[in-house]
């Protein structure tokens, strides 16, 4: 089951609580935190995302449906980071490597450790058939489509 995190900028307090928890578990931080909200991986489709498609190495794999950097593999020419339309690879110079979130996928954790972090309720994990659930919900298209029509009038 393919899974997605969602984040809520408005709720963020900018703790920055996330992104010390994936570097506390990882060495490195594979979020950043912009000028205001944290910025994470989008989980680009296995076959589809830039990172992956770039490597020369096929240091990027897919593993269940996750892209996940095989270290071994990276000869860190840092192609990916500049493929990234998000520029969220961030790099292990102590491992020599390209790092990638993963949500968590090679821990044990039920949760991303970001999202076990944050207090603020900003991050949430939803499966993509959570997803097409709530956007095939009318009353919620109905409300998207009348915030778009207001967001366009005041604009
Ligand atoms: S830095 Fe590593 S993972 Fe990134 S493109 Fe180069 S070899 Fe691949
Ligand atoms: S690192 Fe960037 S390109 Fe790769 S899956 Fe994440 S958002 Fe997509």
Redesign the pocket.
């Known amino acids: 089951m393919k899974t997605l995190m969602v984040t809520d900028p408005e709720m963020c307090t900018e703790c920055e609580a996330c992104i010390n928890a994936c570097k506390k578990e990882y060495g490195v931080a594979r979020a950043r935190k912009t000028s205001t909200i944290p910025v994470f991986c989008m989980q680009c489709h296995p076959d589809k995302a830039p990172?992956s498609r770039?490597?020369?190495?096929g240091?990027?794999e897919n593993i269940d449906g996750t892209l996940k950097?095989n270290e071994d593999?990276?000869?860190?020419?840092?192609?990916?980071?500049i493929?990234c339309p998000i520029g969220i690879?961030a790099i292990d110079y102590d491992k020599g490597?390209?790092e990638k979130c993963t949500l968590c996928l090679e821990s044990d954790k039920l949760i991303p450790a970001c999202v076990e972090a944050c207090k603020d309720n900003v991050l949430n994990i939803f499966s993509i058939e959570d997803l097409q659930e709530l956007k095939d919900d009318e009353n919620i298209t109905q409300e998207l489509e009348e915030a778009i029509k207001t967001f366009k009038t005041k604009s």
């Open positions: 990172c770039i490597c020369p190495t240091a990027i950097v593999n990276c000869i860190l020419c840092k192609l990916c980071l493929a690879i490597s390209a």
